[in-house]
């Protein structure tokens, strides 16, 4: 309070005493700060240039929000008066830039900024100076308002630069005329892009070639404030050369003058000098002139003692660098790692990797850089590194061999860092199968290496260690009892950490309990990770381009597995690698490659049948019970053909003279998709000249619990013995799947019921007395004889239900015509069944032999 | 600039000026942590050093340290004259300063460092001019002084 009173005393002693306390100890009590600015408007109302001159101090000190609410309408105006004293007006510039910084919205632009400009040209040089860092500050937001200055700037600029050490007189500062201003100026200059208004671009260059020359001059004093002065002037100079980025010979003039200072006696000149160079290296034209201070820049690195200026020759060379000079700067980076400040290190690790990834040209020499930043930083090598090394190496397959074993190498060191061996961990595990033909790098050497590292590693390296086991037991079934011991011990089933122990707990039981095809499936080599490529084709070229024996066995025997749950067992034979498979011989169809009826599904599906086609073209062997369901569905035409654990295949079919249309029906069973989904109907050679299947293709990929439907449709074009057979093949979870099943598609499908008498049939029948046109046959009953089923079987069949024909009415008589394409087959049938001997007796006449004997067949089976 | 701190080769503040609003505790602390690091420097050492987001410009001048901090689009060198040109304000008014003039006249060294920086910028860059204002502030003074030490205003300073 005493403070408040002592500001509007009228004592210039106390009123600044007044002041001096409140800049001080300002604190946002309310009614203070209402009182304080009431004093300040007062004081600043009050014309008197000594009290305003506190007042803006005072404001511009503590320039808190309140204050600038007050007061930010005033100020502009007390600045463009005319009447305003010279200082008042520095003040005043000052203290409103101060307000503006704080509260920029509070600031209003009016038309008093087109006066601010005029300041520039005022002739008191302090009313300059303070207007220009005005100007720069409320240009940078606003640079459409203040563009006139630009022109002001620079005849003010060349002005001052061409001046003699006289004219200025106090403003020189050791015979450097007025260098507050001149680096001000420069600085305005900075936030506008350079002139277009040639004149003035002639005035700016003109202005910026003098300075330059005249830091070739002799100095024109022995005092280091005269070359700080200078220097000062020109750095700001070389820094808007840069900015404006426009004239090359300027830009290379600025760089040879800093290759000079590169090498000056004075530490600041040079740190400064590698500071200038760092933003010049990244415009295009001088980036070759910085190039070719290389050396001296890298002398710079090995013999500086100071370490910022260390710091910032890492950064030049880390600016410098493009793929001709990439290997040997990062070389020397990773020399001068080795000595570095432990607080600069993880910067220029993450420097180098990147440079390392960027210019790589041979990834071999990537995977090497790495590894040494590695050994040489480990600590200070971030997570990020060395998984993009993993990621590297895993996406090119060219560079996988180099680095396991470069990784082999490096792990035989005697003290080697946790992250060398998690990288070493992971690669081994995924390619520990390139080197282990060599027998320095043999499986249980590479084992015996990691695991002796095994108990000084962290708990996450432990975790991706024991990984790294388990890939190992797939890898090389011959360490697989070493491992097994490991993961045995009490050290990993009772760890107090519960991801090792899950881990080690988890794998014991996989590599005991799985079958090497699913131990196989499980720890199969990572795809490459998908930012490079897609997940599709990458899981194709891991299969096409295995580069072991060991894979590719692998993927045939897990390809051919058929897990159809069915009791069939698969005969082994199916899957050897080689023999072509027995069950085509079965069906009698010979080594026909499954040929689709529509475009292959997808590009993968057929390149994988192409390049393992010798296991893939296998047809397997026909489901069980698929004889059964054959029969079944002679006499009918809708029903389940097939089912088993993942699909269910179902029917219904429609016929109608001598065409047909049948609906396959698949359902997937599982919650899994059914990827690659492929039905492919297998039509022998006189069959599909005699049959004609026509079919559109299914989407290859079925949803769990989908169903998906396929239309076939037939033509009968002459009669026929063999029934097509539908295959199907398709991809469940990581197995392969071959399902084969006869489609009933049988000749009585096409037969026509035709009514007729008694007198009718019997005179047919005498006219089919040909013996090749009959075919009789005894035959055992299979199923209970019971009337009405024989009846519904016979119409099923096809065939018309005659009654009363026969004498004997227990006998069956039908008649009906087979319908081709070619020739209509009229057709008569006897059935006489005895009930005693439990015997049918069926005869068949037709008027033509082969489908008599057909006929006789599948009605014989009927019963 | 965003700073300036004078302390001497013990590590004691001389004299602090703010241009950023910070509070005090974060006052205290970058004052701390500054000092150290400034203190730990060699003397061969280059005058510009990296903390922070900050550029640190320092000098020493014979038992002080001159400190200031910049923003980093600042010319470090400029900001090491602003430094000289202000020793030699000091030097100029108080006659071959040294550390004992600052710590016994504190609240001048700030009058001069108001007149020559204000908000963090240069103001006045002609010496003459800023002592020329400082001697004016001083006459004001003494007026206001002798008006106050003489006879006539006993009853005033009673009052008061």
């Known amino acids: 309070m005493e403070a408040v009173n002592l500001l509007s005393s009228n004592r210039y002693t106390e009123k600044q005493i007044g002041y001096l306390f409140i800049s001080v100890l300002v604190n946002s009590n309310s009614e203070l700060i209402r009182l304080i600015n009431n004093a300040i408007k007062n004081d600043l109302a009050s014309r008197n240039p000594t009290f305003m001159g506190l007042a803006l ?72 100076t303070a207007a220009t860092s005005l100007i720069t500050t409320l240009a940078q937001k606003n640079p459409e308002e203040f563009k006139t200055s630009v022109s002001l700037a620079v005849s003010r600029l060349s002005r001052i630069v061409t001046s003699a050490s006289t004219d200025l007189q106090d403003y020189t500062y050791y015979f450097v005329p007025a260098p507050w201003l001149s680096v001000k100026l420069l600085r305005l200059l900075q936030c506008y892009p350079p002139p277009e208004d040639p004149a003035v671009r002639g005035r700016l260059t003109e202005c910026l070639e003098t300075i330059l020359n005249k830091a070739q001059e002799p100095p024109k004093s022995k005092k280091v404030q005269h070359s700080n002065a200078k220097n000062a002037v020109l750095f700001e100079a070389i820094s808007l050369i840069i900015h404006h980025d426009s004239e090359p010979n300027l830009l290379v003039r600025a760089c040879n003058q800093l290759g000079q200072f590169l090498q000056h006696r004075e530490t600041n000149l040079r740190y400064l000098a590698l500071e200038s160079m760092c933003t010049l290296a990244s415009s295009e034209f001088s980036h070759e002139a910085v190039k070719t201070h290389i050396e001296t820049v890298i002398n710079a690195l090995k013999t500086e003692r100071d370490v910022s200026v260390r710091q910032r020759a890492v950064d030049l060379l880390y600016a410098m660098c493009d793929r001709s000079n990439a290997q040997q700067i990062v070389a020397e980076m990773l020399s001068y790692l080795e000595t570095a400040d432990y607080s600069i290190r993880e910067e220029i690790v993450l420097k180098v990797a990147i440079l390392a990834e960027k210019y790589a040209v041979d990834y071999t020499w990537y995977v090497d850089t790495i590894l040494n930043l590695i050994r040489i930083a480990g600590d200070y090598v971030s997570e990020e590194v060395w998984y993009r090394v993993i990621q590297i190496v895993i996406n090119r397959d060219d560079v996988q061999g180099y680095a396991a074993k470069t990784v082999f190498e490096a792990l035989q060191a005697p003290a080697c860092h946790e992250n060398l061996v998690k990288v070493g961990g992971y690669i081994l595990g995924e390619f520990g199968n390139l080197i282990a033909g060599d027998p320095r790098s043999s499986p249980l050497i590479q084992f015996n290496l990691l695991h002796s590292k095994f108990h000084l590693c962290s708990v996450p390296t432990r975790a991706l260690l024991l990984s790294t086991y388990i890939k190992f037991v797939n890898l090389f079934p011959e360490v697989k009892a070493t491992i097994q011991d490991v993961l045995r011990s009490d050290s990993q089933l009772k760890n107090a950490d519960v991801e090792l122990q899950q881990r080690a707990v988890e794998y014991l039981r996989l590599s005991t309990v799985a079958s090497t095809d699913i131990l196989a499936t499980v720890l199969e080599e990572m795809p490459p990770f998908p930012e490079r490529e897609s997940s599709i084709l990458a899981k194709l070229k891991k299969k096409k381009g295995p580069s072991t024996v060991t894979d590719l066995e692998e993927t045939k025997r897990e390809r051919s597995i058929d897990v159809n749950g069915g009791p069939e067992p698969v005969p082994a034979s199916t899957s050897a690698a080689s023999t072509p498979s027995p069950s085509a011989d079965l069906l009698g169809l010979g080594a ?64 109608r003279q001598n065409l047909g249309r049948m609906f396959i029906f698949y359902g997937n069973k599982t919650s899994t998709q059914f990827l690659n989904f492929t039905p492919t109907l297998i039509c022998a050679d006189d069959l599909q000249t005699n049959l004609n299947l026509q079919t559109k293709p299914v989407d290859p990929t079925v949803d769990g619990g989908a169903q998906v439907q396929q239309v076939v449709n037939i033509e009968c074009i002459s009669d026929f013995t063999e029934a ?52 009789q046959n005894i035959f055992k009953a299979k199923h209970p004889m019971d009337t009405e089923i024989t009846k519904a079987k016979i119409i099923g069949f096809g065939s018309a239900l005659l009654e009363e024909v026969d004498p004997n009415p227990a006998n069956f008589v039908g008649a009906g015509i087979i319908h081709t394409k070619t020739t209509q087959i009229g057709c008569l049938l006897r059935l006489e069944p005895n009930l005693q001997a439990q015997m049918y007796r069926l005869t068949l006449r037709t008027s033509k032999d082969t489908v008599s004997q057909r006929l006789c067949e599948l009605l014989s089976e009927q019963f | ?57 320092y000098k020493r001048y014979a038992s002080l340290y001159f400190c200031c901090a910049i923003e980093d689009q600042d010319n470090e060198l400029i900001t090491l004259e602003i430094i000289h040109r202000y020793v030699e304000l000091l030097d100029k008014y108080f006659g071959s300063v040294c550390e004992l003039d600052i710590i016994f006249n504190f609240e001048k060294a700030y009058f001069i460092l108001d007149e020559f920086l204000l908000g963090g910028e240069v103001q006045e860059t002609s010496k003459k001019n800023v002592l020329k204002a400082i001697e004016q502030a001083d006459l004001l003074q003494e007026k206001t002084e002798t008006m106050y030490h003489s006879k006539s205003f006993i009853g005033y300073k009673k009052a008061y």
């Open chain 1, 724 to 775: 097509p057979v539908l295959n199907i093949q398709f991809r469940y979870g990581g197995t392969f799947q071959n399902v084969s099943v006869k489609l009933p598609i049988t000749l009585n499908k096409f037969f026509q019921p035709t009514e007729m008498a008694s007198q009718d049939f019997f005179q047919r029948w005498k006219q089919l007395s040909n013996p090749q046109q009959e075919v």
């Open chain 1, 592 to 655: 026909v490659p499954p040929a689709p009826t529509g475009p292959p599904p997808s590009s993968g599906g057929g390149l994988l049948v192409d390049v393992f086609s010798d296991s893939a073209s296998a047809v397997a062997p026909l489901a069980p019970g698929s004889e059964d369901n054959f029969a079944r569905f002679v006499c009918k035409n809708n029903g389940v053909l097939f089912e088993n654990q993942l699909l269910q295949i179902g029917l219904k079919s429609e016929f």
């Open chain 1, 57 to 128: 101090h005072c404001i511009a000190n503590v320039g808190s929000r309140e204050m600038a609410e007050a007061f930010a309408g005033e100020i502009p105006k007390i600045l463009v008066a005319g009447d305003t004293m010279d200082s008042v007006k520095q003040s005043a510039a000052l203290c409103l830039l101060r307000l503006y910084r704080t509260s920029p919205d509070l600031v209003p632009m009016g038309d008093w900024t087109s006066r601010v400009v005029h300041l520039l040209n005022d002739q008191h040089l302090g009313v300059v």
């Open chain 2, 1 to 57: 600039m965003q700073f300036m701190l004078l302390f001497s080769r013990q590590g004691k503040l001389r004299l602090q000026k703010w241009y950023v609003p910070l509070s005090d505790k974060e006052k205290k602390k970058i004052t701390r942590e500054l000092v150290q690091t400034v203190l730990a420097r060699k003397p061969k050492m280059c005058s510009f050093l990296e903390w922070r987001d900050l550029k640190i410009v």
